[in-house]
């Protein structure tokens, strides 16, 4: 594998699962209920609703859930597979559809989890250096976090003003990530055609 295809692939994955990043996201915050006046929620909708308008046509919601967003994602991580083994090197009609599948809930697993992992580090860092201050980032991070955030503190309540629960939802993340990705990855590894795309997860 040349480096002229590695920073290609690189590049198509980087740019790819970041529009699926916000799709995802587009799902979550409807189903939390989250600030849609939020500047960074209102650049989501933005940039996921082009697409989405004509998949609601055909897919409709259930129990109120966004359902076009999450077929919307998995579309978009199934094209991406296909297109970064090409680049790879291998031929789209070889790869087994089923075995495209398995890596596409994979990467799309592997995005939300990082995404939550990090969002987590953010957090607890904001909340050390700067507690209480306001941006719409953290602001919405905190949204997206604190239904999770709520169930710890039900079970393991803020110990001397310290909240642990963001600590132990990460770890959950964590060992959750290393426990379905990585067999997700395990399984879709039958198909040799999709190393080249599951080296990006």
Same mark, same amino acid.
């Given at each position: 594998? +040349?480096? *002229?295809?590695? @920073?290609?692939?690189?590049? /198509?994955?980087?740019?790819?699962?970041?529009?699926?990043?916000?799709?995802?996201?587009?799902?979550?915050?409807?189903? /939390?209920?989250?600030d849609?006046?939020?500047?960074?929620s209102?650049?989501?909708?933005?940039?996921?609703?082009?697409?989405?308008?004509?998949?609601?046509?055909?897919?409709?919601s259930?129990?109120?859930? +966004?359902?076009?967003?999450?077929?919307?994602?998995?579309?978009?991580?199934?094209?991406?597979?296909?297109? /970064?083994?090409?680049? $790879? $090197?291998?031929?789209?009609?070889?790869?087994?559809? $089923?075995?495209?599948?398995?890596?596409?809930?994979a $990467?799309?697993l592997?995005? *939300?989890?990082?995404f939550?992992?990090?969002?987590?580090? /953010?957090?607890a860092i904001?909340?050390?250096?700067a507690?209480?201050?306001?941006?719409?980032?953290?602001m919405?991070? &905190?949204? *997206?976090f604190?239904?999770?955030?709520?169930?710890?503190r039900?079970?393991?309540?803020?110990?001397?003003g310290?909240d642990f629960s963001i600590m132990?939802?990460?770890?959950?993340?964590?060992?959750?990530? *290393? @426990?379905? @990705? &990585?067999?997700?990855?395990?399984i879709?590894?039958?198909?040799?055609?999709?190393r080249?795309?599951?080296?990006?997860?």
């Open positions: 594998m +040349d480096t *002229l295809q590695m @920073v290609l692939g690189l590049i /198509i994955w980087f740019v790819g699962e970041l529009y699926v990043l916000a799709v995802l996201l587009r799902f979550i915050l409807q189903l /939390i209920k989250a849609f006046y939020n500047p960074i209102q650049a989501v909708v933005k940039a996921t609703t082009p697409p989405l308008i004509p998949l609601r046509r055909f897919i409709p259930i129990a109120g859930s +966004d359902t076009a967003s999450l077929v919307l994602a998995l579309l978009v991580q199934i094209v991406l597979v296909y297109l /970064i083994s090409l680049i $790879g $090197g291998v031929s789209p009609l070889s790869l087994h559809f $089923g075995m495209v599948i398995v890596a596409s809930i $990467g799309l592997g995005i *939300l989890l990082n939550y992992m990090f969002a987590g580090i /953010i957090i904001a909340s050390f250096i507690p209480g201050s306001y941006s719409p980032a953290l919405l991070l &905190n949204q *997206l604190e239904p999770m955030s709520k169930r710890i039900q079970v393991i309540p803020p110990l001397g310290l132990v939802v990460f770890l959950g993340i964590y060992v959750l990530k *290393l @426990v379905t @990705v &990585n067999a997700l990855k395990g879709a590894l039958a198909d040799i055609g999709l080249f795309f599951l080296s990006y997860i």
